[in-house]
C-alpha cells in the first residue's frame, strides 16, 4: 500500500498542477468572452469598459464548468508525464508501489475537483448567467423585437377559444420574465388581431403582467398602455420547463424544480439530464484520469511522447463529443436522462480500467 507521504506529495503535486491549469484556463477564457462581449454590446447605448469587466466575470465559471473535463484530463497528462520525467514513478514501481497506488491520489483528486464543480462552481455558473441574462436584458431592451433562432422559443397558448402567439428577446427569472416580449393575437380564421410588444412581461397565476406596451391592431394607429394583462392558462412548471436554461439553476434546485414539473405532467428532460450530468461529473473526472494514465506512464522510454499524448487529447475530446451527444439526446427525451449521462461515464471508466489492467497486470 502507498504510504501516507508520498500519497500526499503526489495529492499535492495534482493539485497544484491542477490549479496552474485552472488559472490559465480562466485567464484565456477571459480575454476571448471580454473580446467576443465587446463586439456584441460596444455600440449598444450603456456598455462601458467596467460593465463589459463584469459581465465576463459573471459568465467565466459556466465556462470554466464546461471546460472542466478537459482540465481534469491535461492536469492528470501533465501530473504524470512530470513524474515520469523525473523517474519519480521508477523508483515509486521499484520500492513496490503499483500503477493502481500512485494513481490514488490523482483519482482522489479528480473526486474532489468532480464534488467542487457540483457544490461550488454550479451555483456561482449559475448566479452569474442569470445576472448575466438581465444585464444583456437591459443593454438590448428596445433596441429590437426582432426574434433570433438563437433566442428564446416561441410559445402557443388557447385560452377561451383565442390562440395567442408569445416571444421574446431573452428570458429572466428561470423563464417567469420576458424581457422585449411580442404578444400576437390571431383570430378564428388565423389572422392577427392584434400584437403587443411589451418592454417586460411577468407570468402571475392566470395571466401575463404586460409593462410598457405598444398595442398595434390592424388598419389602426398603434396605441401606448402603461401595463396590462394577457389571459393565459400556462402553469409555470410548463414555461419554465420550455424556456428557463438549465445551466442557470444551482444544483441543488434541479431536484425540486424536476419534482414539481412532473407533478404537473411535464417530462423536464432538460433539467433531468443537467441533474444526472452533474451526479456524474465526480465519476467523469476519475474515467478522465484513468484515460490519461493510458497514455502518460510509460512514453520516456518507449520514446513515443507525441503520439501518446496527442492519442490521450483524441480520446478524451472523442469522449466529450460522446458526452455532449448523448447529452443533447436526453434532453430531448429520445434516451433517458438518467443512462445519457451515466453511459459514457461507465464506458470511460471501463476503457480506462481494461487497459490499465492489461498494461500492468497482464
Not at 473526486?111 to 438581465?134: C, D, S, Y
Not at 402603461?226 to 400556462?234: D, E, G, K, Y
Not at 484515460?291 to 506512464?297: D, E, F, L, W
Request: aromatic letters at 10%.
Amino acid at each position: 500500500m502507498i504510504g501516507w507521504t508520498l500519497g500526499r506529495y503526489f495529492f499535492r503535486r495534482y493539485v497544484v498542477i491542477t490549479l496552474w491549469f485552472f488559472a490559465g484556463i480562466s485567464a484565456l477564457i477571459f480575454i476571448i468572452d471580454f473580446t467576443e462581449q465587446a463586439n456584441r454590446f460596444g455600440s449598444l447605448p450603456g456598455y462601458s469598459l467596467e460593465l463589459g469587466l463584469a459581465m465576463t466575470a459573471l459568465r467565466i465559471p459556466l465556462i470554466l464548468q464546461q471546460t472542466v473535463p478537459f482540465v481534469a484530463l491535461f492536469s492528470a497528462m501533465a501530473t504524470l508525464i512530470a513524474l515520469n520525467r523525473k523517474y519519480e514513478l521508477v523508483i515509486a514501481r521499484a520500492a513496490g508501489v503499483s500503477a493502481w497506488q500512485f494513481l490514488l491520489p490523482s483519482c482522489i483528486g479528480a473526486l474532489m475537483f468532480g464534488l467542487l464543480t457540483i457544490f461550488v462552481l454550479n451555483p456561482i455558473a449559475a448566479h452569474g448567467v442569470a445576472r448575466t441574462e438581465v444585464i444583456e436584458s437591459e443593454l438590448r431592451s428596445g433596441h429590437s423585437n426582432e426574434i433570433s433562432a438563437s433566442s428564446a422559443p416561441w410559445l402557443r397558448q388557447k385560452t377561451d377559444g383565442a390562440e395567442t402567439i408569445i416571444g421574446a428577446r431573452a428570458v429572466l427569472d428561470s423563464g417567469l420574465t420576458l424581457s422585449d416580449a411580442v404578444f400576437i393575437h390571431l383570430g378564428e380564421n388565423g389572422n392577427i388581431v392584434k400584437r403587443q410588444d411589451a418592454r417586460l412581461a411577468k407570468l402571475v397565476d392566470g395571466y401575463w403582467e404586460l409593462h410598457d406596451v405598444r398595442e398595434s391592431v390592424p388598419g389602426e394607429k398603434p396605441v401606448t398602455v402603461q401595463s396590462t394583462r394577457v389571459a393565459t392558462n400556462l402553469r409555470p412548471e410548463f414555461v419554465q420547463e420550455k424556456l428557463a436554461r438549465p445551466e442557470a439553476t444551482p444544483f441543488l434546485e434541479l431536484g425540486e424544480k424536476i419534482e414539481v414539473a412532473k407533478a404537473y405532467g411535464y417530462a423536464a428532460n432538460a433539467f433531468a439530464m443537467q441533474y444526472h450530468s452533474l451526479v456524474a461529473m465526480p465519476v467523469l473526472l476519475v474515467a478522465m484520469t484513468l484515460i490519461a494514465a493510458t497514455v502518460s506512464m510509460r512514453f520516456v522510454r518507449l520514446g513515443q511522447s507525441a503520439t501518446l499524448i496527442l492519442g490521450g487529447i483524441l480520446s478524451g475530446f472523442l469522449l466529450y463529443v460522446v458526452t455532449t451527444l448523448v447529452k443533447a439526446f436526453g434532453s430531448s427525451g429520445i434516451v433517458p436522462p438518467v443512462i445519457a449521462a451515466w453511459m459514457p461515464v461507465v464506458v470511460a471508466m471501463f476503457f480506462g480500467v481494461t487497459f490499465l489492467l492489461y498494461k500492468e497486470d497482464g
